[in-house]
C-alpha cells in the first residue's frame, strides 16, 4: 500500500464493568498474526482465571480488507470478535491488536449485551492510543558522480528519503529508504538533472 495511514505506537490496559462481569483490554502495536497471538499468550499468563480471551487484529491499514483476524474465544459467535474488529476499523488506526481479557460476573449479558461490552470496550481503550502516520518505503541504489552527490541528496532530503549506506569509489554508491508515493517524481528530478543518465534501481547489498 503507497498511501500512507496511522499505524499504533503505544501500549493501553483499560477496564470496563458490566453487571458485574470485568472487561479488560489491551491494545498494542501488532505487525503480524504471530504477534498478535503471542499478545493473547501474555494476557492468559497475566490473567489466568478468567474467563474469556477474546481478540481481534489489524496487521496493515484499518481501512485494508486483507490482514486481519479475531476471535469470540468461547463466546457465543459474533458476539466478541467482530464487535472489537469493527471498532478498531472504525478508528481508523492499523497495526494493532486488540485482546480482553473477561472476568464472568455471575450474570448473563446476552447476544446483544455481550456485543455492546466489547464493542464498547475497545472504543474507550482507544481513546488512550497514540499513533504515527506510516509511510511505506523501498528501498533504492543509485550511482552518481561526485560534483552531482549535493543535488541528489536535496532530491532526497525534499521527500524525507534516508541515505541507508553509501561508498565513495569511481562514483558515489547510494542505498536510499524512499517513499513509494514518490518514486515518479524522484525519477523525474534525477532525469532531469543528468540529462538522463541517473536513475533508481532496485536495491542489491551495496
Not at 4 to 15: G, L, T
Not at 29 to 42: L, R, T
Not at 97 to 126: M, N, P
Amino acid at each position: 500500500m503507497v498511501t500512507p495511514y496511522k499505524i499504533a505506537v503505544n501500549k493501553v490496559e483499560h477496564e470496563t464493568v458490566v453487571n458485574r462481569s470485568r472487561f479488560i483490554c489491551f491494545l498494542e502495536p501488532c505487525e503480524s498474526i504471530e504477534e498478535a497471538k503471542e499478545q493473547v499468550k501474555q494476557c492468559q499468563l497475566l490473567h489466568p482465571q478468567a474467563s474469556h480471551y477474546c481478540y481481534a487484529f489489524l496487521t496493515k491499514a484499518a481501512n485494508n480488507s486483507l490482514g486481519y483476524g479475531y476471535s469470540d474465544d468461547g463466546e457465543p459467535s459474533g458476539t466478541a470478535g467482530k464487535p472489537m474488529l469493527a471498532v478498531l476499523q472504525g478508528g481508523g488506526i492499523g497495526q494493532v491488536c486488540a485482546v480482553i481479557v473477561r472476568y464472568f460476573g455471575g450474570t448473563k449479558l446476552g447476544t446483544g449485551g455481550l456485543q455492546r461490552a466489547y464493542g464498547d470496550s475497545v472504543r474507550q481503550a482507544l481513546v488512550f492510543l497514540q499513533s504515527k502516520t506510516k509511510i511505506a518505503m523501498a528501498t533504492k541504489t543509485l550511482a552518481c558522480q561526485y560534483n552531482q552527490v549535493d543535488d541528489v541528496l536535496h532530491i532526497i532530503s525534499q521527500v524525507q528519503g534516508q541515505v541507508i549506506e553509501q561508498e565513495y569509489l569511481q562514483q558515489v554508491q547510494f542505498k536510499l529508504s524512499l517513499p513509494k508515493a514518490e518514486l515518479a517524481w524522484i525519477e523525474h528530478k534525477l532525469q532531469t538533472l543528468s540529462a538522463g543518465e541517473l536513475s533508481l534501481t532496485p536495491s542489491d547489498n551495496l
